[in-house]
C-alpha cells in the first residue's frame, strides 16, 4: 500500500499533467478530464482523510539540512478536503462556465487546456503546500500557488485589467513570500533546521524567534488579503468566476490562514504578535465590511467579504485559547463551503442575464428557483443562522470574544451584523423584487455544484459530526494540543444566543436604513482608495517605472555616455589608488632595456603609431587597413617575444579579420558612410573623448605597469609543463597547454566561436530578424 | 567578398587561386597534424586553410564559392567540430575518467603511424580546426551572399531608394524591405 | 622594457576608448578591437620569462609558453567577437539605414514615445476603482445603487 501522503500529491500533481498532456491531444476532452482528474484527487484525499496520519521524507538537499518531508495530519488533512474538494466542484461549473466564458469573448476553445492546467496546478500545489513540513518546501508550495494564481486571474490576457490584477496580485503575493522565505532562513539561522516540527518543539519564545515568525505572519497575512494588503482581492475579480470561487474559498486566501495555522504553536507564544493580530482581524473585518456594502459589482461584494471574513479568522487566531484556534479552524471549513457557493451563484446570475452589477439584476427568484435555493442556504450560512453549519462558525467567534470582554463582544457582533446586512443585499436584491433583466436558460452545470454546496452547509447544520471530526484534528494541530469542539443548539439565554440575536437585529437595522449611512460607507470607500494602501501601490509602481526609464535614459540609450563612464571613474579611481598608496613609486620598475630588445621596441612604436593612425584617419576603408595593421605589427611583437605560435595566429586572423571588415563595408552603402566620414564631430564632444581617453590611458598605464613590475617570482608552473610535455607526448608546448591542460578552457571557447558563427549567419540573412 | 575586377585581373589571380588552393589545405593539414611538435594548431591551421578557400571566392566570384562543397557545407563542418572537440572532453567520463583524459597518457607508448604519433589531442585539434575552419569561411561567404543580393536588387532599380535620405529612421524604414 | 610595454599597452587603449566615445559605430568596433589588442599585448608581457619559442627540445631559456597559451585563443576569441559586432552593425543599419548612435537613440526616443500609454494607464486606475461604484453623473446612479 502507497503511503497516503505520497498517494495524495501525487493524485493532486497527476491532475494538471494529465490534463495539459489532454489538451496537447484533443482539447475538447479537457474539462471532463479535469472532472474526472479532480474527482480522484478528491476521492484519494477523502480516502486519506479517513486513514492515520502519515508522512513521507526524504532528503532533498541534506548538507543544507533541507527535506522533501510532507505530512498528512489533521490540518493537512482539512485543507486538502477543502482544496479538492471545492476544487472538484468548482471545475465541475467551470466545465460549462469556461466554454460560454470564451464564447462570449470570441476565443478558441483550445485555450481551456491553459485554464484547467493552472486550476489544477493550484488544487495541486495548496495540496502539497497544506501537507508541507519543511519551510523551504512550504515557500516553494507557497510561490508555486502566487504563479499558478497568477496565470488564472490574468486569464482574459486581452484585457488590460486582467493583466494588471494579475500583476498586482502576484507583486503583492510574492514579494510578502520573500517575507516568508526571510522568516524561514532566520528560523535555521536560530535552530538549525527548517523542519517545522522539530523548531516547533525546540523553540525558545526568544526575541528573534518571535521576529522570524512575524514575517512569516506577515506574508501569510498578505495572502489572506488582511488589511493593509488587502487591496489586490478585488481587483482579482477580474479572472473567471471559477477561479475567484476557488481563489476565496479554499485555495491562495486560504493558504494565509493556513499557514498562521501552520506555525500557530510558536506564534502563541508572543501575546504582541497575538494582539496584533487582532488588531488586523478586526480592522479587515471593519474594512472589508463595510466597503462591501458600498460595491456595486455583484463579485465585488463577495471580494470584500471575503475580507472581512478571513479578517474573523485571523481575529480568531489572535483570541488565542483553545476556542480561538478551533473557532478559526471551523470558521475556514464553514466558510469555504459557502463562499465558494455564492461566487458560483453570481457568476450563473451574470452567465444568465449579462449583467455584472447588483442594480441590474433582481427578483431571478421565480425564473431560477433552484439557483435561488442553493445560494440561499449558502447565503444562510455565510449570515449564520440556524440549521446552518455557519450558526456554529458565528457562535465559536462569539464565545471566543466573550471570553476577552465586551467591548471585544461588541465590536464583533458590530462585525458580524455587517456581515448580514451585505449578504441580504446582495441575496435579497438578486432574486427578489422587481425582475430587471429576463434571464437566459442556463445550464446544470452551473447550478447543481451551488446547490449541492448549500445543501452541504444545511446538513452541516444539522449534523455536526463530520465537521467536529475534521475540525477537533486539525485544531489540534494548530494549537499543539488536543481539541474537542462542542458545538450543539442551546435553546437558552446563553450570551453567545443574545450575542447571535443581535447581530440578527443590528444586520437587519443596517440594512433597512441603507439610505440613511450610505453616504458615509462611501465615503469611507473613497477614503480608502484615495489615501489607503493601494494608492502606494500604484506610486511605487510608477516609481519603478520612472526609475527605470530613468536608467534606461542614462545608460542605454546613448552607448557613449555608459562607456565615459565606466572608464572615467575606473581611472580616477586607479589614480587615487596610485596616489595615495604609501611608497607607491617604489613597486614600479623601468625594467632592463638591452640591444636584443630593439626590434621588439621598433615593433611597438609600429604598432601604436598604427592606433593613432586609426584615430587620425576620417575614411572607413583607410581605418579598416589601418587597424589592421596595428595587428600585424603586434604580430611582430609577439615574434619577437619568442612566440611562434601566437605569431602565426595572429597574422592569419588578422588577415580574416580585414577581409571581414572590408566586406561588411562594402555591404554598406557609400552614402551612409561617407555622411559618417564628413559630419565633423562638435569640439564640445572632441574635447571630452580625449579627456576621457586620457584618463582612461593613465588608468591602464599604471595597471599595467604596476602589474608589470611584480611578476610571480615562482616558474613552477612553467617548469612542471615542460616536463609533463615530453610525457604526454608533446613537442611544442603552447599547443599541449591549449589541447591537454587547458583543455577545457579552449572547449568553453571553441564553443563560443561556434556559436557566434550561428549569431553572424543569421544576422546578415537579411529579413529573418526585423 | 568583392571580386576584383574580372577583365584585369582574371588571368593571373584565378590561375594563381586555383594553384594556392590544394597547397593552402596541405599546408594546414601538416600545421594541424604536427602542431603537437612544432608551430601551430588547430587554429592557425583552420584560418590558412579557410583562406585557401576563400582565395577562389575573391577570384572567381561569390558563385564559385557556392560551388565548392567545403564552402558550401562550411557552418556544417563548423558543427562538426564543435561535436568532435565535446567527444574528446566528455567520452572519457563514460570509462570513468576525468574530463579531458587523453590517450594514451602519461609515459604512456603512443601508436606511431609513420613519423606522426596517434594520440587524441589531435582529434580535438582537428575539432578546432574545423570549428575555426567553419567560422571564417562560414561567416565570410554569408557577407560575400548578401552583397550578390544587394547586387540584384540594386540592378532592378529597388535598391535602397531612401539610403539618400540618409537620416529618416524609424518612420518608413520599414517600408524598405532589402 | 617594462615600462616601455606598458606606454604601449597605454596608447592602444587610449586609442581604443577613444574611438569607443565616436558615434560611429563602426568606429566603435574599431575602438573595441584596439582595446583586445591591448589587452593581449599586455597578457603576452606579463609572462614570466623571455626567451625562445616553448618547444622542446630545449637548448635555451625559452618563454613563458602559458601566456602564449592564453594571447592564442584571446586572439581568436576577440576576432570571433568583432566579427560578431560587424555583423550586428550591418543588421542596425539594415533595420535604421544608419550607423550613428546619436540618430538611433534619437530613433528609440521617438519608438518609445510612440508606447508611452503605460504610465498614463497607472495613474488612471486608481481612479477606476472608485468611479465604477460611484460614478459622477450623480443622484440618479446612487439612488440605483443604494436600493
Redesign the interface.
Known sequence: MMNPAMLLLVAAFAAPLVVSLLGAIRHSWVPRGAILMTGLAFAAAVWTCIQDDASVNVPWAPTWSMNFSLTLDGLAKMYALLATGIGFFVVLYASKYLALHLHHDHRLLEEQTRFFGFLLLFMASMVGLVMAQDLILIFVFWDLTAIASYFLIGFDRAEEESRSSAQMALLVTGITAIFVLLGALALFQIYGTFALPEIIIASNGGRNTGIAVGLIVLGALAKSAQVPMHFWLPRAMAAPTPVSAYLHSAAMVAAGVFLIGRVYPLVAQYDWMLDALLVIGFASMAVGGIIALTRRVLKQILAYSTISQYGYVVAMFGLGGEKGVAGATFYVLAHALVKSALFMTAGAVTEATGKKNLPDVGGLMRRMPLLAAGSGMAAAGLIALPLTIGFFKDELFFAAAYERGMTLAVMSVVGASLTLAYILRFWRQTFMGVLRTEPEPISGYLVWPVVVLGIASVVGGLWTVPAIWIVDRAASVSADAPIHLHIAYHLDARHENVMAIATWVAGLLIYLTRRIWWPAALGVAHLGSYFGPARLYYAGMRGLNQLSDSVHRIEVRDLRSRVATILMPAGLLVGLAVIVTPNSTSSFAVGALGRDDIPLITMLVASVVSAFVVIVVRDHFRLAISLSSVGFSLAGVYAFMGAPDVTLVALVVETVLSMFMIGMLVLMPRPILRFETEVRAERRYLRRDAIVAVVAAGMAFFVAWGALSRPSPSTEVIDSQTVLTAAVHGKDIVTVILADFRGFDTLGEVTVIALTLLGVISLLRTGRLR | MPALNPQKHAGMLQSGARIILLPSWVIAIAIMLKGYADVGDGFSAGVIAALGVLLQGLAFGTDELEQITLSRIAPILSFVGLGLALLTAFVPILFGENLFTHWPGINEHAVHFGVLEFITPVVFDIGVFLIVYGFCVGGLHAIAREEVRQVRLRDRGRYLRSTTRGGSLADESGEVRL | ????????????????????????L???I?GM??IG??A???I???????????????DEP?????V??M???A???S??????A??????V???????????????????AERDEP??E???E??RD??D???SPDGRHA?E????
Open positions: 622594457m617594462i615600462l616601455a610595454t606598458s606606454l604601449a599597452i597605454a596608447a592602444m587603449f587610449a586609442a581604443g576608448a577613444y574611438l569607443m566615445l565616436k558615434r560611429d563602426i568606429r566603435l574599431a578591437i584596439l589588442n591591448a593581449n599585448l599586455f603576452m608581457a606579463s609572462g614570466l620569462r623571455r626567451g625562445a619559442a616553448p618547444i622542446l627540445p630545449l625559452t618563454a613563458d609558453p602559458l602564449q597559451a594571447v592564442l585563443t586572439i581568436v576569441i576576432f570571433a567577437t568583432a566579427a560578431l560587424l555583423a550586428l552593425v550591418y543588421r543599419y539594415i533595420s535604421h539605414y544608419s550607423v550613428d548612435l546619436s540618430r538611433l537613440s534619437a530613433a528609440e526616443e521617438q519608438q503605460m504610465t494607464d497607472l495613474r486606475s486608481v476603482d472608485t465604477g461604484e460611484a446612487r440605483a445603487a443604494i436600493r
